[in-house]
Structures are given as C-alpha cells and as structure tokens.
C-alpha cells in the first residue's frame, strides 16, 4: 500500500520560508512524477509544483512566482518543497500527490495522495 507522509507546514511570518516534505512507501517512485498542490479556504485545489523522480526535471505553477524550489531525494524517497518570501496569500494547505502526471497539473494524473499540511503566512 502506498503512503505518503507530509510534514514541514506550520506558521511563518510574510517574507519568510518554510521547506515541506513528503516521504513516500509502499512502491518504487522512480518512474513517476511528485507534485504539490494547495487548497485555500473556499477556493478551488491548485497546482504549485512538480517533479519528475526519473531526471529530476521541476515545473512550476503559476503562483510560485519564483519563490519555490522542488526537489527530491532518491535515497530518502522524499521530494521537498522549499518556499521562500511567503506571502499571505500562501495560506492554504497543501498536498503531495504521486502519479505518472503526464500533464503535470492536472490533478487526474496523480493516484496517490499525502494528508495535506497546513501553511499559515500572518502578515
């Protein structure tokens, strides 16, 4: 069964950064892409970033704006996402998602889900 576990969330003030983490078991992810995605309250989910294990090739969605880095540890079986000068429109939880993502945002594409972590960015 696979699993993946979220961790990192928690408060920060506007301009500074917290780095998410999602470890995954149950199978090899090595084929397949980690992507995260993050729901505010009484907006709809949206994708942040992805990252495909094989290659490592990163994508980004729009509301990185270039504050984000994704990454992935093979040996760990870990992808990171690291998020640099928060702002409160960053408030929102996000989650880890694995799949074959062939079209990298859409949440269709990935089969397997974290429990989603909260971030929380006061002004």
């Known amino acids: 069964q696979v699993q993946l576990v979220e961790s990192g969330g928690g408060l920060v003030q506007a301009g500074g950064s917290l780095r998410l983490s999602c470890t995954g078991s149950g199978r090899t992810f090595s084929s397949l892409t980690t992507a995260w995605f993050r729901q505010a309250p009484g907006q709809e989910r949206e994708f942040v970033a992805a990252?495909?294990?094989?290659?490592?090739?990163?994508f980004y969605g729009a509301p990185t704006k270039g504050r984000f880095v994704v990454a992935r540890d093979l040996a760990k079986n870990t992808a990171y996402l690291a998020m640099n000068r928060l702002e409160p429109e960053d408030t929102a939880i996000y989650y880890c998602?694995?799949?074959?993502?062939?079209?990298?945002?859409?949440?269709?594409?990935?089969?397997?889900w974290g429990q989603g972590t909260q971030v929380t960015v006061s002004s």
């Open positions: 990252i495909r294990w094989a290659g490592g090739d990163p």
């Open positions: 998602a694995v799949g074959y993502g062939d079209s990298i945002s859409s949440e269709k594409d990935y089969d397997y």
